[in-house]
């Protein structure tokens, strides 16, 4: 079962920034939140992930609550290329093994 | 940095035949791989994950005879899709953990008809 909820869809003007957000109000205290994207029959690209402090990347910015139920994904200045479907993932540990349990996944629509 | 190389990208085959899928880390060595399958508008769906070596742990619901995953070496994992049929047409993907501070790349997705 997906740990994590996302709006289905978003539009975002080309050079604005892009705020995603995610919930994931039952995540456990040790496991990560990580965001890839993926564009139309591609396989998934990383962005970033965090456990607890906000994190920045050259591609983003990801804001965790300090409760750890929710986060944002700040794309700072959307391009035309970052049209994809985008993903809130958290990290379970199973037997040792970590598995990415996948959300829905918000589709992204920058628009000139 | 890590790359994760799967082939073929796109295969069409005939009902009841098999299909293999190779997933190669190619600069690392990826002791965990994932399989993931993904229909149309759908998030990625979880199938098995292999370890190097040992056999493949299958998720709930996927049928470990008809999905055979072969993990034999550090470097390469195998999905055959024995006895394919139309239901099995889909977008598979892999992952490997890698030694990278994410850990974990993906394939680039191996889109399966069957007909």
């Known amino acids: 079962d997906a740990k994590t909820t996302q709006p289905p869809s978003m539009d975002c003007a080309e050079g604005r920034a892009a705020n995603l957000p995610c919930n994931h109000s039952?995540?456990?205290?040790?496991?990560?939140v990580y965001w890839y994207r993926q564009i139309h029959s591609q396989g998934p690209q990383y962005i970033i992930h965090g456990l607890k402090n906000n994190e920045t990347n050259e591609m983003a910015s990801l804001i965790i609550t300090e409760d750890r139920k929710s986060s944002t994904l700040i794309l700072p200045h959307a391009t035309l290329r970052d049209t994809a479907v985008y993903y809130c993932i958290v990290r379970v540990d199973m037997d040792s093994n970590y598995q990415l349990i996948w959300g829905a996944g918000t589709k992204l629509i920058i628009k000139p | 940095g890590a790359v994760v190389s799967q082939h073929p990208s796109r295969v069409i085959c005939k009902s009841g035949t098999s299909v293999k899928i190779e997933c190669r880390s190619l600069d690392f060595q990826a002791t965990t791989m994932f399989w993931y399958r993904q229909f149309p508008k759908q998030s990625l769906m979880l199938m098995a994950t292999?370890?190097?070596?040992?056999?493949?742990?299958?998720e709930q619901g996927v049928e470990k005879d008809k999905f055979l995953i072969n993990h034999a070496s550090l470097t390469l994992s195998t999905l055959t899709v024995t006895s394919a049929h139309p239901e099995d047409s889909s977008f598979y993907i892999c992952?490997?953990?890698?030694?990278?501070?994410?850990?974990?790349?993906f394939g680039s997705g191996t889109r399966l008809t069957v007909v």
């Open positions: 992952s490997a953990k890698s030694w990278s501070n994410y850990g974990y790349t």
């Open positions: 039952t995540i456990s205290g040790n496991e990560y």
């Open positions: 292999s370890n190097e070596g040992s056999k493949a742990t299958y």
